[in-house]
């Protein structure tokens, strides 16, 4: 049973860091890429973060260069989201996703691509 488990959100003042992680059981991690999701209040799903299986690559939403980082360790079955430079916009529940298919990335950005999500992890920026 594919299961993914995020951690790490909480407070954060504009300009902190928090460091997201999603913890991943029930496939082999390293065949599948990654992404984080978020959903901000009152607003719809936006997909933050891509990772390939191999992490050739990185993606990232045009809100987010540059102050997010999205990582992963197949050894340890799970990806991350180092979210720095926080602002009050980036408050939202942010989720991890699992790719549909093994070793192919798609599109990032579509939800078809993938198809386990976690329970999400609360984020919030204020201070």
């Known amino acids: 049973q594919v299961q993914l488990v995020e951690s790490g959100g909480g407070l954060a003042q504009p300009g902190g860091s928090l460091r997201l992680s999603c913890a991943a059981s029930g496939f082999t991690f390293g065949d599948y890429a990654m992404s984080w999701t978020r959903q901000r209040p009152g607003k719809g799903i936006e997909w933050v973060a891509g990772?390939?299986?191999?992490?050739?690559?990185?993606y990232y939403v045009d809100s987010v260069k540059g102050r997010f980082i999205i990582s992963r360790n197949n050894a340890e079955k799970t990806v991350y989201l180092h979210l720095n430079n926080l602002k009050p916009d980036d408050t939202a529940l942010y989720f991890c996703?699992?790719?549909?298919?093994?070793?192919?990335?798609?599109?990032?950005?579509?939800?078809?691509?993938?198809?386990?999500w976690g329970q999400g992890s609360q984020v919030t920026v204020s201070s």
């Open positions: 996703a699992k790719a549909t298919t093994p070793f192919y990335m798609g599109d990032w950005r579509m939800a078809d691509e993938y198809d386990a």
């Open positions: 990772i390939p299986a191999d992490a050739s690559d990185t």
